[in-house]
Structure formats: C-alpha cells, structure tokens
C-alpha cells in the first residue's frame, strides 16, 4: 500500500491547514462544522452573497471520549490539555485557521458592529443560546476577545486562532499550534 500523501491529496496549504485543525479538535471529541459560511442579504460586502466565513465552528459536549477499538487493543484519546476540557463542560469554539501566523481575520474588522453582526451569526448557528441571549455574548467576546462562560450551566464559548507561529495581533485568543510549515524555532 503507498503512504498517504497530504501535500499532494490537498495541495493548497491554507486548505492542508483547515483539514489539519479540523481532525485535531475531531480526535479531540470535537464535532467541528469546517468553512461556514456567513451570508448577507443586504449590500455590506455582496448581495445575497459570502461576507466573510468561519474557518471551524465545533462543539464538545460533555462526557464525550475518542476510543478506538480494535481486535486485539482498545486505545483512549487523551485529550489535549491546551483545550482545557473536562468530562461536564460543553465547549462550543469559533475557530480561524492559518497556514503561518494564528490570527482571526474578522475580529479586526474597524467596525465593531461588524464583529458582532458576524459573531452573531455564529452563534445563531451554534443553536444553544436563546435570540436574546445572543447580542450580549457577541458584544462581550467582540470587545473582550476572550471565552464567555456560563458556570452554573457549565457551558464555554471560545475564540480560537490555529496556525505555525503565534501572533501578538490577537491579544485574549487563545492560539494552538498544530499546523506545520514555517514554525519558527521560537515559537514551538
């Protein structure tokens, strides 16, 4: 059998970077949801068409655990501690990728507006906080950059950045590095 070839399965590197992070928060018990798309009707970028995207939406719910189970061997995930994850949190993550330097592309938009109008897309998606829940916790991670968390509910939303260095552009998000490629030796 010939090895499997990832640069030349998906040659483009910034596509590499996605599928790469997108396996990592799957093996990690994550249900990621890759390049959603947000839509507009209005004229802010195209009518009717693509503002900007979500490179990974995920969710983690509770409990959850990756077990592979074979003939002879039964292997248990253990999930990487960066996540910080426990077995009763439910963990929902907005995620940008990038092939070089972790940054959230949208999040620097000029217009705060903006970032909550897309923030609030998300999270409509996301489907676990009532409409009128939203716009508070869009305002709150837009200007925060952070994690809300709700502890009495034991729930976690989060702003992620991937990529193969790490920036001083996104103060608050938490940045993971997994995507290979120009990793300066600093920065691992």
């Known amino acids: 059998m010939k090895p499997f070839d990832l640069g030349a399965a998906v040659p483009k590197l910034g596509q590499r970077a996605e599928l790469i992070a997108s396996w990592y928060l799957r093996f990690n018990g994550y249900f990621p949801l890759t390049s959603f798309i947000l839509h507009d009707a ?4 195209q009518p009717g068409g693509q503002i900007t995207d979500a490179d990974i939406l995920a969710i983690r719910l509770p409990h959850t655990e990756e077990i592979i189970e074979g003939p002879t ?3 248990r995930v253990k999930t990487d501690p960066q996540l910080d994850v426990t077995g009763d949190l439910t963990d929902f993550i907005i ?7 972790c940054k959230f592309n949208w999040l620097n938009e000029t217009n705060q507006a903006v970032e909550v109008k897309f923030l609030d897309y998300c999270l409509r998606r996301l489907g676990y906080w ?3 829940a ?17 502890e009495t509910k034991r729930v976690r939303l989060r702003l992620l950045a991937f990529g193969s260095t790490r920036s001083d552009g996104s103060p608050g998000i938490q940045q993971i590095l997994v995507i290979p490629g120009r990793r300066s030796p600093q920065a691992a």
């Open 42 to 45: 209005g004229a802010t970028k």
């Open 73 to 75: 061997e039964t292997i």
């Open 95 to 101: 995620a940008e990728v990038s092939s070089g330097e």
């Open 130 to 132: 009532p409409p009128d």
């Open 134 to 150: 939203i716009c508070e916790i869009s305002e709150k991670l837009s200007v925060e950059k952070c994690t809300f968390s709700d």
